[in-house]
């Protein structure tokens, strides 16, 4: 079935799960048309991106077991690279093409070094390390401001096609105008759809199967003549490069870049949290995750300011609902699904489909 | 093999392990090395001095995380909370007692700074104990749930920090009397820095002393050498893990106080901040080692301001540029703890 080879033979295998999956995608699909206005659009396509940049540090974290805080760092340097090639050369796509190629490469090589450097050590150390070097690499973005435009960040031009300004046709159509902006939010979520079905594909290939051999025995997939080494190297290479083009798209939907909106360490513990909370191991939950924890972080706030207004009498509890402590609900969320449901919300829906039949 | 060696005596069979000198050297020579560069004798002198200062504030909030590592495998990625929760602390005790902080006296102000430490100690090492069993007891032996549950301690901790006692940053001024610098001669030390170091010292020492003549100490450094040898001879180190755990929270309260008042201004992230330096230290001494940690904290803290002095650009990358260089002579850090 086309269907199944679509997905490389990994299907949801739960019915709410599917049913899930095709409604965020029928939603991410139709935004423009069902939910209009500049915020649904951004939520949405921020959506996209993170499905991406959750994904690949999955493929990472949930399929291979590495812990690596250097996630961001790749994300960043896609973004850098696209808005370091749109600013100088101008917008054109030879500019998009050069960003996202420099930045490829340059990922390729650091993520190589990193790998060979350091994956032969044990977890802890893996972990620290690669905070260590994204500190370093955050420092050194805001440090470079000839490049990079410093703390500041860089502002840039688009093509031409994919700018606001630009409109396919005079009408609009079903009450949306067909400018530069839909058309860049359409392909934003073809590229996000390729790219996970190609993420996919990685995974269920004989590939990923070694990589989950390694996750849950490395002595024993080393014993069976797999070099672990080298297959780490590999996934820590692929899910760097995956990250940098969801950073080059995060830059050419934004139209900006600078240190806190792809560097910052605040976006490595959301996407920890989102890969968490999905469901580590199984990409379907980094779409689950990613969309679940970036719509409570842009609409949960309105909810909890009216829960917080009704608790005004009791000082405590009013604070605790404060619209802008939404990431202690998030944060305990994650602290009781490492430990309750450490498959996520994707295994726990697995677990129940396969209990009922 | 030897089966037919002849029974040595008692005294032989417990050679004295050699004390590793070169490390403890590195700090002299870094120290003399940087006194060329900085051109005059007293820039040196007050370069030095903070820089042993910082050291000092770094070794009491790392000795904990690093002892910690030693005996369980447990690194707490969510140690940097106890420091903010300690600053914090501070600034509620100390922001009751502006009578006596505000007073020129020494006493005065000494009298309001013990409090301000003891509360901060005592709160860490209760919060640490909560801790120890809600987050990092489940999930022992499963380093990458390890790594995940501590960032999430530090998460929701941070979040609670701010339901407490506001997001935003906090100034915690100095006591009066500390406040100012001494002078040597043509070298200026602040005064504070002379009482971090006398605070550090203090806490190294009886550290020391606790690790190397108690039979307490005895079992922690024995448990982190061997874990499984010193349980199989009897002794619970589960406990002693929880006793060492809350200590060093505590510690890392305490340093919280002496950071903060460092920076005389607070914000919740500041632990999360501190974070990268920690790991560094411990790497940089050898992880579980307490007098590699030492070591490491004052070469921290004395690169960090030579470097801060003679090439500003370069002092942001200072630490990861030591611990790389320290890596490649000894990747095991200064100090290998044995079984790794």
């Not at chain 1, 672990?228 to 050419?252: C, D, E, H, K």
């Not at chain 1, 939404?326 to 295994?347: A, C, D, E, Q």
């Not at chain 2, 040196?44 to 995380?65: E, K, N, P, Q």
């Not at chain 2, 619970?236 to 893990?241: E, T």
Request: with cysteine.
């Amino acid at each position: 079935m086309i269907f199944s080879r679509l997905l490389s033979g990994d299907l949801p295998r739960s019915r709410v799960l599917m049913v899930l999956l095709i409604a965020i995608l029928a939603g991410l699909a139709l935004t423009p048309f069902a939910f209009p206005g500049a915020k649904a659009l951004n939520v949405a396509a921020k959506i996209c991106i993170f499905i991406v940049l959750v994904a690949s540090f999955d493929l990472l974290l949930g399929y291979t077991g590495i812990v690596s805080f250097a996630h961001t760092m790749f994300f960043g340097i896609g973004a850098y690279g696209v808005a370091i090639a749109l600013n100088r050369m101008g917008p054109s796509w030879a500019g998009v093409a050069v960003g996202v190629g420099a930045a490829l490469l340059l990922s390729l090589g650091l993520s190589l070094v990193i790998g060979l450097f350091s994956l032969r050590v044990k977890a802890m150390f893996y972990a620290m390390i690669t905070l260590a070097v994204a500190t370093a690499f955050q420092t050194l973005a805001s440090q470079l401001s000839d490049l990079t435009g410093g703390e500041d960040g860089l502002t840039f031009k688009v093509p031409e096609l994919l700018s606001p300004g630009f409109s396919l046709s005079e009408h609009p159509f079903l009450g949306v105008s067909l400018d530069g902006r839909l058309i860049s939010f359409y392909l934003l979520v073809t590229v996000t759809v390729v790219l996970f079905l190609l993420m996919l594909r990685i995974v269920n290939s004989p590939f990923g199967r070694v990589l989950q051999a390694i996750r849950e025995n490395a002595f024993r997939a080393e014993a069976l003549g797999y070099q672990t080494v080298l297959y780490r190297t590999w996934s820590n290479v692929l899910s760097a490069a995956f990250a940098t083009l969801a950073g080059a798209l995060l830059a050419l939907w934004l139209r900006y870049n600078g240190p806190d909106t792809s560097l910052s360490f605040e976006i490595m513990i959301d996407i920890l949290l989102m890969v968490v909370i999905g469901g580590m191991g199984t990409l379907y939950g980094s779409v689950i995750g990613a969309t679940l924890f970036i719509i409570v972080q842009n609409y949960l706030q309105d909810l909890m300011k009216l829960a917080s207004e009704g608790m005004g009498k009791i000082p405590l509890l009013r604070d605790l609902l404060h619209p802008d402590r939404w990431l202690l609900w998030l944060g305990i969320l994650f602290v009781l699904s490492v430990y309750r449901f450490p498959t996520g919300i994707v295994g726990k829906l697995r677990t129940k489909a396969r209990g009922h039949s | 093999m030897n089966a037919s060696t002849p029974t040595t005596p008692v005294q032989d069979a417990l050679p004295q392990v050699k004390l590793d000198r070169i490390p403890l050297l590195l700090l002299p020579v870094l120290a003399l090395a940087a006194l060329p560069l900085t051109g005059s004798l007293s820039t040196w002198v007050t370069l030095t001095f903070a820089g042993l200062a910082m050291g000092m504030i770094i070794f009491i909030i790392a000795s904990g995380l690093t002892l910690v590592f030693g005996l369980m495998d447990v690194l707490n990625f969510g140690h940097g909370v106890f420091i903010t929760l300690g600053a914090f602390l501070a600034t509620s005790v100390l922001g009751r007692m502006t009578g006596w902080t505000e007073s020129e006296s020494l006493v005065r102000n000494l009298m309001a700074m013990v409090p301000a430490m003891l509360a901060a100690m005592a709160v860490a090492g209760a919060v640490g104990f909560a801790f120890e069993r809600l987050i990092i007891r489940p999930v022992y032996g499963q380093p990458l749930k390890q790594i995940m549950i501590t960032m999430g301690g530090m998460i929701v901790g941070v979040e609670l920090i701010k339901v407490l006692w506001g997001a935003q940053a906090i100034p915690l001024p100095l006591p009066t009397a500390f406040r100012g610098s001494l002078l040597f001669g043509e070298a200026a030390v602040e005064k504070y820095r002379l009482i971090s170091v006398v605070v550090g010292l203090g806490v190294f020492t009886v550290m020391f002393w606790v690790l190397s003549r108690t039979k307490v100490g005895l079992l922690i450094r024995a448990g982190v050498q061997d874990r499984e040898m010193v349980e199989s001879l009897g002794y619970r180190i589960g406990r002693l893990f929880v006793g060492v755990f809350v200590a060093g929270s505590a510690l890392a309260g305490l340093g919280g106080v002496m950071w903060g008042l460092y920076q005389q201004t607070i914000t919740p992230e500041m632990g999360g901040q501190v974070n990268v330096l920690l790991f560094i230290v411990i790497i940089i001494g050898g992880m579980g080692s307490v007098g590699g940690c030492f070591i490491g904290s004052l070469l921290v803290g004395l690169v960090a301001n030579y470097a801060g002095f003679l090439a500003p650009k370069v002092a942001l990358f200072s630490n990861i540029l030591l611990m790389v260089i320290v890596l490649m002579w000894r990747p095991e850090g200064l100090y290998p703890v044995g079984k790794r």
